[in-house]
Antibody, heavy 118, light 110 residues
Framework: EVQLVESGGGLVQPGGSLRLSCAASGFTFSSYNMHWVRQAPGKGLVWVSRINSDESDTTYADSVKGRFTISRDNAKNTLYLQMNSLRAEDTAVYYC???????????WGQGTLVTVSS | QSALTQAPSASGSPGQSVTISCTGTSSDVGGYNYVSWYQQHPGKAPKLMIYEVSKRPSGVPDRFSGSKSGNTASLTVSGLQAEDEADYYCSSYAGSNTYVFGTGTKVTVL
């Protein structure tokens, strides 16, 4: 069974940093591109970042470029999102998602809440 | 990277059909046959319902169908059931390995 389990969320002050993790199991993690998607409270889904299977290529939404870094450890079956210079508008549930079908996200984690507030 | 446009709400009675539209530009929806649709119940993670405009993952009922014309994609739910009440989001590939989601549509089963 495919499972994605996010962790690392919490309360952080504006300007602070946080690292999210997404532990993957039930599939060959190293064979799949992975993504982070976020959802502010009561708002819609927003694509954040993508990393390819061997970590040789990453892409970001304009709103997080230069502040967030996506990475992965295929030996540990884990996806990461390093978030720096956090702003109030980064407050959201962050989901990791598997890119398992062409341009589609076929499995999602349960999400981890990041709250940026003083 | 502007969000794709969806109507905020749609509704239908049990057994009826409802169609949700998703409008983008030639740089996303209109430029690629890479539109997907997601269903999200309150407090839950999104679930993939349609990918590549009209393909259904295994396990998704054939009551769900997708199409595209120009810069607008559509999701139709036929034979509405109570459990179809949820938020629905479209997503499109937007080039250069970036993606964009729609604003979301809340479907209510009357």
């Amino acid at each position: 069974e495919v499972q994605l389990v996010e962790s690392g969320g919490g309360l952080v002050q504006p300007g602070g940093s946080l690292r999210l993790s997404c532990a993957a199991s039930g599939f060959t993690f190293s064979s799949y591109n992975m993504h982070w998607v976020r959802q502010a409270p009561g708002k819609g889904l927003v694509w954040v970042s993508r990393i390819n299977s061997d970590e040789s290529d990453t892409t970001y939404a304009d709103s997080v470029k230069g502040r967030f870094t996506i990475s992965r450890d295929n030996a540990k079956n884990t996806l990461y999102l390093q978030m720096n210079s956090l702003r109030a508008e980064d407050t959201a549930v962050y989901y990791c998602a598997r890119h398992g079908v062409p341009a589609g996200f076929d499995y999602w984690g349960q999400g981890t809440l990041v709250t940026v507030s003083s | 990277q502007s969000a794709l446009t969806q109507a905020p709400s749609a509704s239908g009675s049990p057994g009826q059909s409802v169609t949700i539209s998703c409008t983008g530009t030639s740089s996303d929806v209109g430029g690629y046959n890479y539109v997907s649709w997601y269903q999200q119940h309150p407090g839950k993670a999104p679930k993939l319902m349609i990918y590549e405009v009209s393909k259904r993952p295994s396990g998704v009922p054939d009551r769900f169908s997708g199409s595209k014309s120009g810069n607008t994609a559509s999701l139709t739910v036929s034979g509405l059931q109570a459990e179809d009440e949820a938020d629905y989001y479209c997503s499109s590939y937007a080039g250069s390995n970036t993606y964009v989601f729609g604003t979301g549509t809340k479907v209510t089963v009357l």
